[in-house]
């Protein structure tokens, strides 16, 4: 069998590792089973990524990289501010319903990185580099269409992402309840408003 190098391996067991725990959970991602996922020997998971923690925080950054990279792939480059950022959170909450069960693993890994030391760093620079990429977003949109930003762009992508993750746990926990809807708006429309735009209920399109 031809010899397959740590560099290579990685994506794979990372993939591997997701694919196991969207399906069964991450108390189910042992080392054991996400080798016998990909059909390798569990010492390859320890030689690839040392301790399991390690293989933890690669899949939270993967998972945070497809994210954010859909995400960009899908920003408007010639809307006005307001519709930016509604076809921004249109797009998010399509993600969350569509493939929810993604949201339910970096959900259980964020909760496995509070009670994990070696994962604290990377469940930090997870959240940092979420509100990161949300504040680049909401400047390049205000720059773009000559839009001043009432507040810093950090402020207000901190703002939105605590309603999103908020709005996000109540859809995966409770899905199908009545006012979801209208709660998305109404944190769009709050958010556009702390970026210094209109007051009014603004539509966000949800398919």
């Not at 991602?29 to 293989?55: C, M, N, P, W």
């Not at 497809?66 to 809307?79: G, Q, W």
Request: hydrophobic share 45%.
């Amino acid at each position: 069998m031809a010899h397959v190098s740590a560099a290579e391996r990685r994506p794979q067991l990372i993939k591997a590792a997701i694919d196991l725990m969207t399906r069964e959970g991450v108390a189910a991602g042992s080392t054991r089973a996400i080798a016998a996922e990909l059909g390798v020997a569990q010492a390859t998971v320890h030689y690839t990524f040392g301790t399991k923690a390690d293989l933890y925080r690669a899949v939270m950054e993967q998972l945070t990289a497809d994210l954010i990279a859909h995400v960009e792939r899908a920003t408007p480059r010639d809307a006005g501010f307001e519709d930016t950022i509604v076809a921004l959170v249109s797009v998010l909450w399509r993600t969350v319903r569509e493939d929810a069960m993604r949201y339910n693993l970096q959900t259980e890994l964020s909760m496995v990185a509070l009670r994990t030391p070696e994962m604290t760093e990377a469940l930090g620079s997870y959240y940092q580099g979420v509100n990161d990429v949300t504040a680049k977003l909401v400047s390049e949109a205000a720059a773009r269409t000559g839009h001043e930003l009432a507040h810093p762009a950090e402020a207000i992508a901190r703002f939105f992402l605590a309603g999103f993750d908020g709005l996000t746990l109540q859809c995966l926990y409770t899905p199908d309840q009545p006012g979801e809807d209208l709660a998305l708006q109404a944190l769009v429309s709050a958010t556009i408003a702390l970026a210094g735009g209109r007051l009014d209920l603004v539509k966000v399109p949800m398919d």
